[in-house]
Structures are given as structure tokens and as C-alpha cells.
């Protein structure tokens, strides 16, 4: 890029090249992993899978199998019957629909919201910066749980319960999205490319749209889906807001599967398999760009 | 890059170079076009005085409706008797809700549980976290595999996990059960026993967390620059000294923000224990014996329908996380003096 090297600029390339180097060249030295170290990561693979697997299995089972000594190891022949079962039990149909609004209003909106607060804190000069970061950062640590009989409230006296705002609303703003978006983009997004846009006469909101969200695309790509799988798990707020008969999110409608007098544990086990199921396949597919978003999210922390 | 300079110093010179053009004609024209870009530069200015504020306002104001109001609104109902079935009706007891709570057993109980829950999930989850990112950060074949892998409990979601760990945790036909007793381990019942039930709503916890931690443990040593090693390995360092010198201690403020996250997942435990319970009710196995502060907050407002008993709960669980806060900061700050 640069022919000309400037003294100093010379010594601000030299730490970036000596922190990035080649990856596999960390640990002191060229560390190759032992035996050991591949058998360790086997048992946490297995570890890490056998759950899942087994969810797998015992959806294909029937009931009775379940319930006998040593429980099975290997797929039976019941699983169509009893996925089907389960998807009109739980009203699994519904309840995907109601968690693809819920989850994907969320991601949008957190997304949006995040990266041109994100940009301002990165990027832009103003009066109390660090201090409203400061409050970003410490809003992270505000347990949720706190909030949730004043929200509660707000939801009955709005008579919202089981409407699927009550649960979109709360979940649109997250700081750990505003964090994210602002590591990002003070790596990402060159001052040159800003002030030039600037001495074109380009509006703050001319920047956002035509520099910042290029830029910010693949951080915005990681972080809709961390806000996508994070709201598609949530638990607690939608199991108090909405109940399995109105309209459930799937995690409140596989919870509901487990209750009565004798369940059928196959059949709650093909519920709890259907409501992973659509997150493993976005984990399957994305999991390298999921896997490096973490990984970008958590340093400097 | 070269143009960086000249870029900076752009907007006053553009301001200025309005100037030059008022003595050469001094026509109307450029009269009109002064107060043209006199309203531009206003404009410009008050843009780059303002926008900032606008862009970070909507997350502000979000968070004040639904964290900061909340959050002080719950402290209000906790002074007062709210019912679920009237929320609006608040009649002001003052501290009542907080000495009642406190007069409970099954409150204490609560809270002991949420302890050890706490203590037995989170300790082995980072010290294994920890060790699988000292193994991920060697050269590795199929590296993104493993990571990929590990991360798969966390798109498990707590209702599906929980389902399962029941059913592997079965006291008569379990897997861990079956298990346990080719090595010739009797049954343990997992659910109505006090510790093992603990251990088991914790393994559910660990399963979920333990490669999520790893991936950010593993971010933080691929940060650590590379000569710190190499000079510790002049020094005669081995691999576990290298880990214990030089890892370690890069890793600190990592490790604390780690800590300090599951401190506060830890105190908040709720759906695990409630779907871990055999009669999927609030009181944590039918002893209490698995009842976290989460769970007993939730049968306080939404069962016993004691809005403002349930708000005192929670208060009185934010205080206690803002003690440990308190000491989590005065512990890192004695272990940067000492070294």
C-alpha cells in the first residue's frame, strides 16, 4: 500500500505483523498437539454431540423402549411418527412461525440499532463518549431477571399477554450488540474513508448508510445471527408472558411438552429435537463465521 | 493513506477558501453563494455537534424502558404488597416484603442452593474451558471442527437440554445410571437427592457453557504476543510454566470478565431447575432440594402471586451481586498490585 515508509510509520506497523502472525505458531513456538491433547478434544467432542445424538435416538424409539435397562444405543423405526406427533401436539407450526418473527424482529432491529451506536462510539467525537460507554458496558452486567415483574406489569396493564410484542419489545436493545459493533468498527472502518466522505459534503446519515453499513456487513452478518440464536433461546420472559395454549415460542412449547400425568418421553424428545434441530442446521452452515464472531466479540473485554 | 493529512485539515480550509472569492468580484452572486455555504457550514457543524447523540440515543432510550425504569420500579414494588391478579393495587408496607422474605426458610434455602449450583457449575466449566483453549491454541488439524463442535450446546436451547438431561439422569433407566453401574456404582437418584440433583442441574449448565468460554479464553491467548513465549522459553520456561507465567497471567482480565458473567448467570439459573423437577413445578424437586433464588422468585410472584415479595427477592439478588462485584474488583485490584 505504502511505498514510502515514514520512521513512523514503520513503528506502527510492527506490532500488528508481530500479534497476527501465523496462528498455529502460538503457544511457544510451533507446537504441534500431542496425542494427548487430539484425545482430550475426542472427549469433548463426544461430550458435546452425545446429548444431541441421543436426543436423536430416543425420538426414534417408543416409549416403552425407553423405559428399559440398558436404554438404547441406536436409532429405532419410529421417528416420522413420533416428530409428527409431537409437531400437533405442541403446535409446533405455530410456534416456529411466532419464534422466526420474534427472533428475526429482534436480530434487525439489535443489528441496526448496534452498529450506527457502535460507529458513533468508535468513530465519532462527542461530549460524555466515554461515559455513556461506560454505561453501555455496565448495563451488561444488569442480571435481566431484575426486570421482569415491572415488565410484567407493563405487559398486563397493556393487556399484551400472549401477544408476541411483549416478548420482541424488552429483546431489541442489547449492549453486548453495541460493544460488538464498536470493536468492529474501530478495526474495520479506516478515518480516511469517513473524512472523506466528509470533504464530499456527505450528511452523518449519508456516512452511515453508504460507508458504514458496507463496512460493517460481515460483523452485522455474526451479529444478527448471535441475536437470532440468543432470542430463539430465550426462556424465561416468554414462558411468563405467553402460555403453550396462546401463542407459544417454540422453547415454551417443547417446555410444555414434559407436563402431565404420564408423558411419552419419546414424544417430548421429538419435540425437543425439532426445536434444536433448525439451529444446529444454521450452525452447521455458519459455524465457522458464529465460531470467529465469538472469538472477534471477546477480545479486549 | 498518503492523503490521510490532507484530508484531516479539509473541512476549515473548505470554510476559508469561501473567502478568496469576495474580493476578486464582490458581485451579489458571490454574496449569495457566501451565505450559502455559510448555511452549509452551519449545517455541517451542527451535524457533526449532534448526530452523534442521535445515533446512540435510540439504544438509550430502549434501555431506560426496559432496563433502567424496570430495574428502579422493582425496587418501588418491593416497599409495597402487589398482588398478580391487581398489579396496579400498591399499598405501601415499607420493608415488610424484605424481613418476611427473610424470616423464610425455604428463602435461605433458596439461596444456599443457588450457591452451590453456582459454585458447582461455574468453577469446573471455566477451569475446563480453560484447558480446552490451551489445547485449541496448539497446531491442530481440523481446528474449526472442534470449535464448531463445542459451541453446539450453546445453540442447545435450556427447554430441549434440560429434557434430555432428565431423561439421561433417570434414576431407573438413565444412561449416566447404567453407566455408572457397569463399574459397579449403584443407582444414584438423581433427582430427589439433594447433591446429586445439584450436580445434575449443574452438569446441564457446564454442558451448555463450557465451549462458549473456551472459544473466548482461545481469543485472548491468540492476543498474547508471541515473544513473551519466546523469551520466557530463553529463561529455561517449560510448556507448564510457559502456561503458568506467561498465560496466565495475559489472561487475568479475561478470566475476571469470565468470572464475573457466570457470577451472574450463576444467580440467575431458573429454567434448568424448573424443567430438571419431575413435576415441573416451582419448588425445586419435591424437597426443595434443587430450588434456585430464580426459582423461588418465580413461585413467589407467579404462583403464590406475591408480586412484591417476588420484587424484594429480586433486589435482594441484585444486592448481592453488587457485593460480589464489589469484592470481584478489589480481588483483581490486590492481584495487579502483587505483581
Redesign the interface.
Known amino acids: ?2 511505498t514510502t515508509l515514514t520512521p513512523v510509520d514503520r513503528e506502527a506497523e510492527a ?1 500488528k505483523g ?2 497476527r ?1 501465523p ?11 500431542g496425542p494427548v ?1 487430539y484425545a ?2 475426542a472427549l ?2 463426544i ?3 452425545f ?2 445424538v ?2 436423536a435416538i ?1 425420538a426414534s424409539r417408543d416409549n416403552q423402549r ?6 438404547p444405543f441406536w436409532f429405532g423405526s419410529n421417528l416420522m411418527d413420533n416428530l409428527e406427533i409431537a409437531w400437533q401436539d405442541a403446535n409446533l407450526g405455530e410456534a416456529f412461525l411466532n419464534t422466526t418473527i420474534v427472533a428475526g424482529i429482534s436480530a434487525v432491529t439489535i443489528v441496526v ?2 452498529t ?2 457502535g ?3 468508535a468513530k ?3 461530549r460524555g ?1 466515554n461515559a ?1 460507554m461506560l ?2 458496558i455496565g ?1 451488561m ?14 405487559v ?2 397493556l393487556d399484551w399477554t400472549d401477544q408476541l410484542q411483549a416478548v420482541i ?2 429483546s ?2 442489547s ?1 453486548f450488540g ?1 460493544f460488538f459493533m464498536r470493536q468492529y468498527l474501530l478495526q474495520a472502518l479506516p ?2 474513508l469517513i ?2 466522505a ?2 464530499d ?1 456527505a ?3 449519508r456516512v ?1 448508510w453508504h460507508i458504514v453499513f458496507p463496512a460493517a456487513r460481515p460483523a452485522m452478518a455474526v451479529l444478527g445471527m448471535l441475536m437470532f ?1 440468543q432470542t ?2 430465550d ?2 420472559w416468554p ?2 408472558v405467553l402460555t403453550q395454549t396462546g401463542n407459544p415460542t ?3 412449547a ?2 410444555g ?3 402431565g400425568y404420564t408423558p411419552d ?1 419419546s414424544l ?2 421429538a ?3 425439532l ?2 434441530l433448525p ?2 442446521l ?3 452452515i455458519f ?2 463465521q ?2 470467529g464472531g ?3 466479540g ?2 479486549k ?1 | 493513506m498518503t492523503t490521510g493529512h490532507d484530508t484531516a485539515a479539509a473541512p476549515p480550509a473548505k470554510e476559508g477558501g469561501a473567502a478568496p472569492a469576495r474580493p476578486s468580484a464582490g458581485a451579489p452572486v458571490s454574496d449569495q453563494e457566501r451565505r450559502r455555504r455559510a448555511r452549509l457550514s452551519r449545517r455541517w457543524q451542527r451535524d457533526m455537534r449532534w448526530s452523534p447523540y442521535a445515533f446512540v440515543s435510540p439504544f438509550f432510550l430502549l434501555f431506560l424502558a426496559f432496563g433502567l425504569f424496570p430495574l428502579v420500579y422493582t425496587g418501588w414494588a418491593s416497599l409495597h404488597q402487589v398482588e398478580l391478579t391487581a398489579p396496579t393495587d400498591m399499598n405501601w408496607v415499607g420493608l415488610r416484603n424484605y424481613t418476611r422474605i427473610f424470616d423464610d426458610d425455604f428463602f435461605w434455602n433458596a439461596a444456599r442452593n443457588t450457591l452451590t449450583i453456582g459454585v458447582i457449575s461455574t468453577v469446573p466449566q471455566l477451569l475446563m474451558a480453560l484447558g480446552l483453549a490451551h489445547i485449541l491454541n496448539y497446531k491442530l488439524r481440523a481446528s474449526t471442527f472442534y470449535r464448531v463442535v463445542m459451541l453446539a450446546p450453546y445453540a442447545t436451547s435450556i427447554a430441549a437440554a434440560s429434557l434430555v438431561f432428565v431423561l439421561l439422569f433417570g434414576r431407573d433407566y438413565g444412561m449416566i445410571n447404567w453407566a455408572l453401574g457397569a463399574v459397579g456404582i449403584d443407582n444414584i437418584d438423581w433427582q430427589n437427592d439433594k447433591w446429586p440433583s445439584q450436580i445434575a442441574v449443574s452438569t446441564i449448565v457446564i454442558w451448555r457453557w463450557t465451549g462458549y468460554n473456551a472459544l473466548i479464553y482461545l481469543a485472548a491467548m491468540q492476543a498474547i504476543p508471541q515473544d513473551l513465549y519466546e523469551s520466557a522459553a530463553l529463561d529455561g520456561a517449560n510448556r507448564w510454566q510457559q502456561f503458568l507465567h506467561v498465560t496466565l497471567p495475559s489472561l487475568r482480565p479475561t478470566i475476571l470478565f469470565t468470572v464475573v458473567v457466570s457470577t451472574i448467570g450463576a444467580s440467575q439459573v431458573f429454567g434448568e431447575p424448573l424443567l430438571f423437577d419431575a413435576n415441573k413445578g416451582a419448588s425445586g424437586g419435591s424437597q426443595h432440594q434443587f430450588q434456585t433464588l430464580g426459582l423461588y422468585l418465580y413461585e413467589q410472584g407467579w404462583v403464590n402471586q406475591h408480586l412484591g415479595r417476588a420484587s424484594a427477592i429480586a433486589w435482594t439478588m441484585f444486592l448481592i451481586l453488587i457485593v460480589i462485584g464489589i469484592v470481584n474488583y478489589v480481588i483483581s485490584r490486590r492481584l495487579r498490585a502483587s505483581s
Do not use: C
Not at chain 1, 66 to 71: D, G, I, R, V
Open positions: 500500500m505504502t506490532p508481530r500479534v502472525g496462528k498455529a505458531a502460538r503457544a511457544g513456538g510451533t507446537l504441534h498437539a491433547a482430550i478434544l469433548f467432542t461430550g458435546s454431540l446429548p444431541l441421543w436426543t430416543a425407553l423405559a428399559e435397562t440398558p436404554p440499532l448496534s450506527i451506536a460507529f458513533a462510539f465519532l467525537r462527542f463518549r455513556l454505561i453501555v448495563t452486567m444488569v442480571p435481566p431477571q431484575l426486570s421482569v415483574i415491572p415488565l410484567y406489569m407493563m398486563a396493564e419489545l424488552p431489541i436493545v449492549a453495541v478515518d480516511e473524512e472523506a466528509r470533504v459534503g450528511s452523518s446519515w452511515v440464536v430463539w433461546n426462556f424465561l414462558f411468563l417454540v422453547q415454551v417443547v417446555a411438552l414434559g407436563r418421553q417430548i424428545m419435540g425437543a429435537l426445536g434444536t439451529l444446529l444454521v450452525f452447521a459455524g465457522k458464529i465460531v465469538i472469538m472477534q471477546a477480545v473485554g
